[in-house]
């Protein structure tokens, strides 16, 4: 399993970063899609929506079990990948360079977890 040390996480396995674009990436991690298998939708994720951390920002489900996807920090999503609607399962093959959704935001993502701690996290719930 890949732990990109360039990015931050989530307990609840999404991964974060600053594009170059200046708005905030978000998609689900190696651990993530490893634990839910093959994907075969993503979506739900409503463009213009303002998000609290925390709130569900949108869904994957694979052949396995759906789970909600959540907005890293406080923010309003201004795109979702919709190479996703079609191809879900580019998560799967590439989890860190498929984002899911991004965000405009103020937030720091600084209080999100390192690659360190979130590989600690992912050793511990498993």
Same mark, same amino acid.
């Given at each position: 399993?890949?732990?990109?040390?360039?990015?931050?996480?989530?307990?609840?396995?999404?991964?974060?970063? !600053?594009?170059?674009?200046?708005? =905030?990436?978000?998609?689900?991690?190696?651990?993530?899609? &490893?634990?839910? $298998?093959?994907?075969? *939708?993503?979506?739900?994720?409503?463009?213009?929506?303002?998000?609290?951390?925390g709130e569900t920002a949108g869904?994957?489900?694979?052949?396995?079990?759906?789970?909600?996807?959540?907005?890293?920090?406080?923010?309003?999503? !201004?795109?979702?990948?919709?190479? =996703?609607?079609?191809?879900?399962?580019?998560?799967?093959? &590439?989890?860190? $360079?498929?984002?899911? *959704?991004?965000?405009?935001?103020?937030?720091?993502?600084?209080?999100?977890?390192?690659?360190?701690?979130?590989?600690?996290?992912?050793?511990?719930?498993?």
């Amino acid at each position: 399993m890949k732990f990109p040390a360039e990015l931050k996480y989530t307990q609840t396995h999404e991964w974060a970063k !600053v594009g170059d674009d200046g708005l =905030l990436w978000v998609g689900i991690t190696d651990a993530a899609q &490893d634990m839910l $298998g093959d994907l075969v *939708f993503v979506g739900d994720v409503k463009v213009g929506q303002t998000l609290k951390s925390g709130e569900t920002a949108g869904v994957v489900e694979s052949v396995k079990a759906a789970s909600d996807i959540y907005a890293p920090v406080d923010g309003e999503v !201004v795109a979702f990948n919709d190479a =996703l609607e079609s191809e879900p399962q580019q998560l799967n093959s &590439d989890p860190y $360079g498929s984002w899911i *959704f991004k965000m405009k935001t103020s937030a720091s993502i600084d209080g999100l977890l390192d690659a360190g701690a979130y590989q600690k996290n992912v050793a511990e719930s498993h």
